[in-house]
């Protein structure tokens, strides 16, 4: 059974930076999402990229400022978060679409799910 575990959260200063990773068990040929849930607050769909790794989706929010990454190789993904602000304190969560593609990323089916890494951003 597909599993996976997010790390690389922590505690940073605003405008600082963090590099989220997200390490499956087996090998991954869909698209990866990141979401996250701060407290009191619906989950969000932050991030998505292609099985390929060729296209990616962003929210409007962290636009411009996070990055989507993957190493199939490796079975790893990546989210860049720069530039960060007090409002993308969250717990991320990585998961697996049952899709190829990113379209519609926030919806759909999704196989697997982290444990979720908590990034906390605050000076």
């Known amino acids: 059974q597909l599993q996976l575990v997010e790390s690389g959260g922590g505690l940073v200063q605003p405008g600082g930076s963090l590099r989220l990773s997200c390490a499956a068990s087996?090998?991954?040929?869909?698209?990866i999402v990141w979401f996250r849930q701060a407290p009191g607050k619906e989950r969000e769909g932050v991030s998505c990229i292609s099985r390929s790794g060729v296209a990616s989706e962003y929210a409007e929010s962290v636009k411009g400022r996070f990055t989507i990454s993957r190493d199939n190789a490796k079975a790893r993904f990546y989210l860049q978060m720069n530039s960060l602000k007090p409002e993308d304190t969250a717990v991320y969560y990585c998961?697996?679409?049952?899709?190829?593609?990113?379209?519609?990323?926030?919806?759909?089916?999704?196989?697997?799910w982290g444990q979720g890494t908590q990034v906390t951003v605050s000076s």
């Open positions: 087996t090998s991954v040929t869909y698209a």
């Open positions: 998961a697996v679409r049952q899709a190829s593609h990113c379209r519609d990323y926030v919806r759909g089916t999704f196989d697997a």
